[in-house]
């Protein structure tokens, strides 16, 4: 049974950092697939937010987030990690990660989702 377990989330000012973490079991194939950021905010649609290739030399990020998220990966112990710098009241929502059943670099969307964790939230106060 595959699962995904994030963490990491919390509470945090405006101009605040967190470090969100994803532990994936149960999936042999994490070590060649791509993973992704995901976030929902109340009442919006799940939008992508960030996508590693299986290696981690490759990544892409939303617009809204570039250069402030960093994505990464550890494959020895199936771990995909963000990064969040300077945390915007906008950045508010729940985060997900996602294993990749179709690895693109043109766009982040859900349709592209194999596994879903259950997410963690991020709150940012301004």
């Known amino acids: 049974q595959v699962q995904l377990v994030e963490s990491g989330g919390g509470s945090v000012q405006a101009g605040g950092s967190l470090r969100l973490s994803c532990v994936v079991s149960?999936?042999?194939?994490?070590?060649?697939?791509?993973m992704d950021w995901f976030r929902q905010a109340p009442g919006k649609e799940r939008g992508g937010v960030a996508r590693?290739?299986?290696?981690?030399?490759?990544?892409l990020y939303a617009d809204s987030v570039k250069g402030r998220f960093t994505i990464s990966r550890d494959n020895a112990n199936t771990t995909v990690y963000l990064q969040m710098n300077d945390l915007k009241p906008e950045d508010t929502a729940m985060y997900y990660c996602?294993?990749?059943?179709?690895?693109?670099?043109?766009?982040?969307?859900?349709?592209?989702?194999?596994?879903w964790g259950q997410g963690t939230q991020v709150t940012v106060s301004s």
């Open positions: 590693i290739s299986n290696g981690g030399g490759v990544t």
């Open positions: 149960g999936y042999g194939f994490f070590s060649t697939a791509c």
């Open positions: 996602a294993t990749v059943g179709r690895c693109g670099w043109t766009s982040i969307t859900a349709t592209d989702v194999r596994y």
